[in-house]
């Protein structure tokens, strides 16, 4: 029974949210402001263009999509000409893009994002990107013609690796055999292992025969392609490199319970695989996926050894809110990190994107709510039966996708709009609304379930038992995970919950040892 309804409450959270030391911003240096002591380098993630021309004509076919994707896609192309001319201004060592360059991995999107990257490399800035779930062999990519859609032509890992060879495969010392991921050397001293973690070929094709279109969005390293970095790393450590990685998915949970409620945003076994990179000399990655500007330290002991920590940096959508980049200043040795955080606030077609990404997203709610919950009713439907074997009458679990997301948004909509909101900016804990959420978070999923049993016709000892057992799975098994998350606590070991382990996602100072 425990087993049953912790399951259940744990989809309801994840369908729901599918959704070091800190520094003041003064001892953080804009790149602008040259120190030959210092490189500069600017990292954006999850861009996700679109060419215009898959934009044939606006209708159904556009909205109903855009109901179920906060981005700005129609911007996308001139967000990135926005940053691409920061970048030209700044005049960075190095530009780096952990993936989803494109919207759905169309061919026409991954040529517009070479023909703007382009302009960086003519301008001698080295710019090395790896593919996101996004870009390679993806079904889900179209045309929209008023009511209707058309397949747009894929792009296969071959032709991926053949349209960035000058945004690092041609500048790669070493290719693995398994997969897109390489090795390069941008900067004299800093090797980026870059690393392929998509899953494209379990995705499926109607046109080649399966019953639907199919994106696989979750992530992993093959163990042929851990083997070869890990060897990798050792050979660039032995000649005194620094090593950092550079991938999709997250490496490190981003708040307690991310590896069971938003698995597809970290990498499978993501534990094992941190420790062995540690054990390896790596300790920072900067990654994408997950949408948020957000700083996660995994450490295997209380104090700030850094032989056992592993950094994940993981970097917003500069299209969806609330837009942002990072400017990095590093040492020249590659140990003294000075990160902040920079955002897309204005471009020729939108005089504010904040406040449109913003509102964007609150309305997109329901609809996304009503996406995930449909795309994953299968395995929802099957705690019908359970709920009803435990005392619940019939259908007092939601009969259909739709009424599951009519009832969530209804008692749930609000907090859980404004708790995404927050978790997506980056410090949480200095957001005084995060505790009021919270809580009416709680309070409002306890009124969901007594409505819903008085709707039914619930006896009140047996709404009372619901409710009481629900209570206790919500202390035991949520509480945490929503605590972490708006708290920004996330180290692994238990005993290293101190508020002063939390690293500031905005700006910060991050110390490596070589």
Known sequence: MKKTTH??????????????????????????????????????SDIHVMAPELLEKKGTAYENYLSQDPKLLEYSGEVLEYLVGETLLRKPDLVIIPGDL??????????????ILTRLRS?????????GNHDIDNPEGYYFNGDNTRPAERTSPDQFAALYANFGYNQAYAKDPASLSFVCEPLKGLVLLCIDTDKYEENRYIDKGDTINYNQTSGRIRPATLTWMLDEADKARALGKQVVLVQ???????????????GDYIIADYENVSKELMKHGIHMAFTGHSHLQDIAQYRTVADNAQIDSLVDV??????????????IKVSNDFTNWQIKTEYVMTIPSLSN??????????????GGLGWHIKDGWSNIDKYRS???????????????????SEMLTTYLGDQLTGIFMIYNEGNEWKNPQS???????????????????????????????FVYLFNMMYSAYMEPGIKSMLTDINQYNASDKRLESRTDDLNVVLRLTK
Not at 20 to 42: H, L, Q
Not at 248 to 262: C, E, F, K, P, S
Not at 319 to 325: C, D, H, K, V
Request: glycine share 6%; charged share 20%.
């Open 102 to 115: 494109t919207k759905d991995g169309e061919l026409v999107s991954h040529q517009l994002v070479v023909r």
């Open 435 to 465: 505790a009021i959420l919270e809580s009416q978070l709680k309070s409002n999923m306890e009124k969901m379930l007594r409505d819903r049993a008085a709707k039914f016709g619930m006896e009140d000892v047996q709404t009372e038992g």
């Open 123 to 131: 301008a001698g800035i080295p710019v090395i990107v790896v593919p």
């Open 7 to 44: 399951h259940l409450w744990m989809i309801l959270l994840a369908l729901s949210m599918s959704m070091t030391s800190c520094v003041d911003d003064k001892d953080v240096v804009n790149p602008s402001e040259k120190d030959p002591n210092f490189k500069y380098i600017i990292l954006m």
């Open 314 to 327: 993981a970097t917003g959508s500069a299209i969806s809110y609330p837009n942002p980049w990072r400017t």
């Open 248 to 262: 999709h998915h997250n490496i490190v949970q981003h708040y307690d319970a991310q590896g069971t409620l938003q």
């Open 386 to 404: 359970q709920l009803t074997a435990l005392g619940a009458p019939q259908g007092f679990f939601p009969q259909t996708p739709e009424e599951m």
């Open 353 to 366: 994107v904040k406040s449109t990404c913003h509102k964007r997203l609150h309305d997109n709610f329901k």
